[in-house]
């Protein structure tokens, strides 16, 4: 599975962004989809993840309410729509799959078997 995020940049506090992630090599909708992060000095964490057989969806408690993650399987895409950022949202954000189409979603790194290279998200005036 081939992934390719985009949509990172610079936004100021209490903007918006929209994460995309495009998913090639195999099929979309068998793949649980996660979005994860990483801030200098830390550890990746989950942010967020869309279940490949119903379109359930899980976040993390920092993000909920804020963040809503959604899936185009005509467009192999997964999307991470970002609200009311905050300075401590500033990462680099990483999507990844699941090819193994578990009972449950994922939340935690070694679920994910295939990532993309990241994208910067900086939030800050």
């Known amino acids: 599975v081939h992934l390719v995020e985009s949509g990172g940049g610079l936004v100021q506090p209490e903007g918006s962004l929209r994460l995309s992630c495009a998913a090639s090599?195999?099929?979309?909708?068998?793949?649980?989809m996660g979005w994860f992060r990483q801030a200098p000095g830390k550890e990746r964490e989950f942010v967020a993840a869309i279940f490949w057989s119903g379109g359930d969806t899980h976040y993390a408690d920092s993000v909920l309410g804020r963040f809503t993650v959604s899936r185009d399987n005509a467009k192999n895409t997964v999307y991470l729509q970002m609200n009311s950022l905050k300075p401590e949202d500033t990462a680099v954000y990483y999507c990844a799959a699941d090819t193994l189409r578990r009972l449950r979603v994922g939340t935690t790194w070694n679920k994910y078997d295939y990532w993309g290279q990241g994208t910067q998200v900086t939030v800050s005036s």
């Open positions: 090599g195999r099929t979309f909708s068998t793949l649980t």
